[in-house]
């Protein structure tokens, strides 16, 4: 996302592994880049919820506001984006984003390894413990 803002009542989480996946679309590595690795790894790996203020304080968001004041604020920003020189904002977001080449190959590895997880029985104990409403249980 170019721009993340949040609502006061936001949460912010990341429940792969609570699920019996494994994260996809570059979130294990664009998360890291965004909040830190302590933060990521406590996100990724022990379900941590992060609330709309802890997302603006470790990076993920920018501003929050009021549930009564996110659209106007929002749609605020966007004439304000549509409004600036379309080449310069192109080659700023080029340049933002320069250096995250790997990000495809990235990408791609999440990918199959998801589709993998999708396949396990992890993911089925995952399923059918909520189905049934109990705990997981892994071997």
Do not use: Y
Not at 59 to 74: I, N, Q
């Amino acid at each position: 996302c170019d721009l993340v803002m949040a609502a006061a009542g936001a949460t912010f989480s990341t429940p792969f592994v609570q699920l019996g996946l494994v994260p996809e679309a570059g979130s294990s590595m664009l998360l890291p880049a965004a909040v830190g690795m302590a933060v990521a790894n406590e996100m990724l790996l022990a379900g941590r919820v992060l609330d709309a203020t802890e997302a603006v304080n470790f990076g993920l968001a920018s501003r929050v506001f009021s549930s009564a004041d996110l659209l106007g604020k929002v749609h605020a920003t966007a004439i304000n984006v549509a409004a600036s020189a379309p080449n310069s904002m192109k080659e700023t977001k080029g340049l933002i984003r320069h250096g995250r080449d790997q990000m495809l190959e990235h990408m791609q590895k999440e990918s199959v390894l998801f589709a993998a997880q999708l396949k396990s029985t992890e993911f089925a104990e995952v399923v059918q413990a909520k189905m049934l409403k109990r705990m997981p249980i892994f071997d």
